[in-house]
């Protein structure tokens, strides 16, 4: 994926102070709200009926394959999408015939190129005996910060950092407004699929499952220095007088599932099986801060999507390079796009992708959040964990797509009746467009959750 051009993003080693400026724990809500946001007769502080958890089913017989070769893929491998081996028919078993093949999940197999072969040409000769086919096409996340100083030690003098972005996304409001009707500000099991995230970080401490990977990679390692930080976003621990303030405030929620490698780059198979391992574990919120630049989509992930849809709402960072559309996932239907704001609510942060003239159909599922200027300054970037319980500042669609998972969690959490599409659809109606772009409305969002 090509990035933008950002000045060189700061990093810090010590420790970041809290949100709101006041230089230690982070806030907690007030116990009364402003007048007039009075609580719901519907909304009550003890448990409700829960929304069905799904089996992953993907149809991946369904849809038009469209494969574009020249993409970014994984080489020496073609995806084949349908039907069930028993299925096939005498003439794409023939064309297999001798070929090394791997059962991703039912109905995705991957097929090894045979040596000497071209893998464009080998895909035409199995599409040619009936297969539908398409590149294993590689995922990349939509920022990797520039933070050498994490380890290193680069100081940032005289500079307070705060987490602006809490303030302007009303995230404080929506605390207040859960707290004054009895619930903890918490969230439901939310899914990471990234570059994995680092376990022993002090600011996720009691907020973790178990960490999972269908990479080679350690689930518990982020050698991209990239899921750790969006996970924090949604989920770094709060009132623990640590640093940062996560969206969501407890529960032992937050899902990481690593399938971006130490480059940040992941495949088709690694997606659909990260999100096979999301919906197995019940999550009910799936954050994707990664992607590709093309206009054909992946119909293998696209399948997957549509399937894993149905129990979580899908969250995907927009892309990091402006004027060439959404990447993909974001562009899928079933996704809530999220662009980036800079220092400005109504202005698109430079690096920022938004839908193009051929994605109007999609337009209406786009929303923007703080992602970080790119200006460079501190203060108007984002505070992020990273590895080895360092913290940095950040910038990209890939840090204002977990803005819009935290709140989705709270919405859930607040009111476990809601479905992935009926929390998806609140989201987007409730978005403050006062400054002439869909920004992202916790306060509003949570409200529409509880009524």
């Not at 780059?265 to 992607?291: D, F, H």
């Not at 704001?341 to 599922?365: E, F, H, I, M, R």
Request: proline share 8%; with cysteine.
């Amino acid at each position: 994926m090509r990035s933008a051009a950002l000045p060189t993003l700061l990093t810090l080693t010590a420790l970041l102070t809290a949100c709101g400026g006041s230089g230690g724990t982070p806030p907690t809500p007030t116990p009364v709200p402003p007048a007039g946001s009075v609580c719901p007769q519907g909304i009550s502080s003890g448990p409700s009926a829960q929304a069905a958890l799904l089996p992953f089913q993907p149809d991946f017989t369904a849809g038009t394959v469209t494969a574009d070769w020249t993409a970014p893929h994984v080489p020496g491998e073609v995806l084949i999408l349908g039907p069930a081996a028993g299925t096939l028919s005498a003439q794409s078993l023939s064309a297999l015939a001798g070929v090394t093949v791997q059962e991703i999940v039912p109905g995705l197999r991957l097929a090894a190129t045979p040596a000497g072969r071209d893998d464009a040409a080998f895909a035409a000769s199995l599409h040619a005996a009936g297969l539908r086919v398409q590149p294993n096409y590689l995922y990349r996340a939509q920022a990797l910060p520039n933070d050498p100083g994490v380890n290193a030690g680069l100081p940032i003098s005289g500079t307070r950092v705060t987490q602006t972005y809490l303030n302007r996304i009303k995230a404080p409001a929506a605390w207040d407004f859960l707290t004054a009707c009895g619930k903890t500000p918490q969230g439901v099991v939310t899914a990471v699929i990234d570059s994995g995230v680092d376990a022993s970080h002090n600011d996720l401490t009691g907020r973790l499952l178990t960490p999972q990977t269908v990479t080679s990679g350690a689930a518990t390692q982020d050698d991209a220095r990239h899921g750790t930080g969006v996970t924090g976003i949604i989920g770094a621990a709060t009132n623990n007088g640590v640093a940062v303030t996560g969206l969501t405030w407890g529960g032992t929620n937050m899902l990481s599932i690593r399938m971006l490698d130490a480059a940040g780059e992941g495949s088709t198979t690694q997606l659909v099986q990260a999100l096979q391992r999301a919906m197995n574990a019940g999550a009910k919120v799936i954050n994707l801060s990664l992607g590709f630049e093309g206009a054909n989509p992946d119909t293998a992930v696209s399948s997957a999507l549509t399937d894993a849809a149905k129990q979580a709402v899908v969250i995907a960072a927009a892309g990091n390079t402006p004027g060439v559309g959404l990447f993909f996932p974001a562009s899928h239907p079933a996704v809530i796009s999220v662009g980036a704001v800079g220092n400005t609510n109504g202005t698109l942060a430079c690096y920022s992708a938004k839908p193009d003239a051929s994605q109007t159909a999609v337009a209406g599922n786009f929303i923007v959040a703080p992602g970080g200027d790119c200006s460079g300054k501190p203060a108007e970037l984002v505070p992020a964990l990273m590895p080895a319980s360092g913290y940095g500042l950040v910038a990209g669609t890939s840090f204002a797509a977990p803005q819009v998972s935290g709140v989705a969690a709270l919405m859930r959490a607040a009111n476990p009746g809601l479905t992935a599409a009926q929390t998806k659809a609140l989201i987007l109606q409730t978005v403050d467009r006062s400054a002439g772009l869909p920004l992202l409305d916790a306060n509003a969002a949570v409200r529409a959750a509880t009524r």
